[in-house]
């Protein structure tokens, strides 16, 4: 989800990006001067915004200050993320003086219609989104939002913006928030090196696919405007521009649009037709499109109807394992913890749904697991395990964190237990997750912790992890907590088969060692945007971008390998293979290539590989040193 329309979620409206100007000349300042004045511009806003309030008139200094924060169509697209280190604190600021002011209005007698009236002229007199998505996207989420905050009075805007917003500037002090845990198994013995198998890629290596993101927006309309100004595009309510450069392409756009059936169709073909042999299909979730602001049960269960349907069709005898992604929820990302008796919030339609279509593939003893929470475990053959994991409750951007945090932590105990039977039964485990659990994941910080602890305690059951939803052919190592020298396990992330945004669509090959299920290499697949739309009436010419053994000189795709390959990026002679690295990441995508990455940028993409705990960056500070000689 882009950064700005996250912000309009967050409260009904948080304002974010632009409101307190840093300047270049500001980055050299200590962060305590630059504190001082965004406590100085919240104590501002808050007295001009209480006065708009009481008196129905906007100051001529509020409106120069609401002028000051409106947002261009550049800063709309922005993901937080990819938010510059200098404006976390000027979001924080924002965050909490608007959540603030909204959340006492509630709390001396606002009505829903008194709320929703404020968030909206905030969210179109900003600029955040175009008046419709503004009206849309706050009718779906106010109703969570007063629920949660008249039902739980202590949490104030400090704790709501320290959640969605997590960042150095923006600090999470509740203890509630923070103090929650998974009762985690000591370990034996200790770690006392990384973790390394002897394997290389052999003959014999199970294949599995992945394949994610598919983002399948069923009013994408050819011809149709590329360039909308909202957080989907290319859709037939949107009309036809006149400038020919601005159309929906045939088989999809680099820009904010999700991919046409034909785009998804083709994939799935093509995984079919040329990789029969794979023995697994890993599908990690979002089929659903972003456009947030107009999602509805139906409109989701048509969409999943459709893409489940061709899934079966194309592998009826191979097993597909599926998870959930943030955007199959209505509204998007907002998963209720399952004890929540309040039927008008319950998440049941979707557990129910996907236990339903997934048991085309699943045994039926994953059934209760998938129809209380969205996640499941099976056995796929003797010593190999699958978890399919619905962490989507743990992503920054799900409200009912603020409402009772200790929920998280029921998923996660339920991932233990199995991994600790697992290791019991001498068996190896592949999880499947839609968010990554690393901090570039948007993933709440205590999650990101927990999780860390789960992998160090198990990380000689957990072979490989497999992620999505961030579009990026990517991967984070993760280190040991208690000997950070050791590298321990790995996630990869299969990408996205839309090319929202500024990326190619690809799907990943693996290859998987028979007797530990490691990964020992894995191909990216991918096809040029640009050519396939200039050749509209043949199909997208799919090739091989890259083995990832072969390309950075691995033997196999162990952790030790991984961070053995890292350390290299990460010194000035290894500098032009980071670089290759980055143009893989974003699928050698025309506009991001056209973009460029400047040295911050490659050590900013190189440090998201070995960060996986928020706050925890003694690997980023290694390479730091390292990387500039």
């Not at 509630?106 to 709320?115: F, I, K, M, P, Y």
């Not at 203890?175 to 845990?181: C, G, L, R």
């Not at 597909?320 to 992604?325: A, E, K, L, R």
């Not at 990380?459 to 280190?479: A, K, L, M, P």
């Amino acid at each position: 989800m882009k950064l700005l329309l996250a912000a309009l979620l967050v409260g009904l409206l948080v304002a974010t990006g632009q409101g307190y100007q840093v300047k270049p000349s500001d980055y050299n300042r200590t962060i305590q001067q630059l504190q001082g004045e965004y406590v100085r511009s919240e104590d501002e806003f808050r007295r001009e915004f209480q006065i708009w309030r009481k008196t129905g008139v906007k100051t001529a200094h509020f409106r120069e200050m609401l002028d000051a924060w409106k947002f261009t169509e550049d800063q709309r697209r922005m993901e937080l993320e990819d938010l510059p280190v200098q404006m976390e604190g000027t979001v924080c600021m924002l965050c909490r003086s608007i959540v603030g002011q909204l959340m006492d209005q509630r709390r001396q007698g606002a009505t829903r219609e008194d709320l929703f009236a404020t968030a909206y002229e905030l969210c179109t007199t900003l600029q955040i989104q175009e008046p419709d998505v503004c009206y849309g996207v706050i009718e779906l989420n106010i109703d969570f939002f007063l629920f949660i905050f008249d039902d739980r009075l202590t949490v104030g805007a400090d704790t709501v913006c320290a959640v969605v917003f997590q960042s150095s500037a923006c600090i999470l002090s509740d203890p509630e928030f923070i103090d929650w845990s998974v009762n985690v198994d000591a370990r034996s013995t200790p770690i006392t090196g990384s973790k390394h198998f002897p394997n290389a890629r052999g003959p014999n290596d199970i294949k599995i696919v992945q394949i994610t993101d598919l983002h399948y927006d069923p009013l994408y309309l050819v011809g149709h405007n590329a360039v909308c100004n909202r957080p989907a595009c290319c859709r037939s309510d949107q009309g036809i521009p006149e400038n020919p450069a601005e159309r929906a392409g045939k088989w999809g756009d680099y820009r904010d649009c999700d991919s046409p059936w034909d785009a998804v169709d083709d994939v799935i073909e093509h995984v079919a037709e040329h990789h029969s042999d794979a023995a697994y299909i890993y599908h990690t979730g979002d089929i659903i499109d972003h456009g947030v602001w107009e999602t509805s049960i139906g409109h989701n269960i048509q969409s999943m109807n459709r893409v489940y349907a061709k899934l079966l069709q194309k592998f009826p005898n191979k097993p597909v394992f599926n998870i959930i992604g943030n955007h199959e929820a209505h509204p998007t990302n907002v998963f209720a913890p399952s004890t929540l008796n309040q039927q008008q919030f319950s998440m049941e339609w979707l557990y129910a749904y996907s236990a339903d279509m997934w048991g085309n593939w699943l045994p039926m003893a994953t059934q209760n697991t998938i129809r209380h929470g969205g996640y499941y475990t099976t056995l796929v053959r003797p010593g190999f395990r699958i978890v399919g994991m619905n962490n989507q409750d743990c992503y920054t951007f799900n409200w009912w964190i603020l409402w009772k945090p200790e929920y998280l932590a029921s998923q996660m105990q339920w991932l233990h237990d199995v991994l600790r039977q697992a290791e019991l039964n001498n068996e190896k485990v592949h999880i499947l997750a839609h968010i990554p659990y690393s901090s570039s994941g948007s993933t709440f910080r205590t999650c990101q912790r927990e999780f860390r602890r789960i992998v160090e305690r198990f990380y000689d059951t957990i072979s490989s992890q497999f992620n999505g939803h961030t579009h990026r052919d990517e991967f984070n190592v993760f280190y040991s907590r208690e000997n950070p020298a050791h590298a321990i396990n790995v996630a990869w992330n299969g990408g996205s088969t839309t090319a929202f945004s500024d990326v190619n669509p690809n799907y990943i090959v693996y290859y998987v060692d028979p007797e530990t299920y490691q990964v020992t290499d894995f191909e990216s697949y991918i096809f040029n945007m640009t050519d396939a739309n200039r050749f509209p009436d043949r199909r997208p010419d799919w090739f091989q971008l890259y083995s990832f053994a072969q390309e950075f000189n691995m033997h196999n795709l162990s952790p030790m390998e991984a961070d053995i390959m890292v350390k290299r990026l990460g010194t000035p002679a290894g500098r032009e293979e980071l670089r290759r690295y980055w143009q893989f990441k974003v699928k050698m995508g025309d506009p991001s290539l056209d973009a460029g990455c400047d040295d911050d940028c490659l050590l900013n993409h190189l440090c998201q590989v070995v960060v996986s705990e928020m706050g925890d960056d003694v690997k980023c500070d290694e390479l730091r040193t390292t990387f500039f000689g």
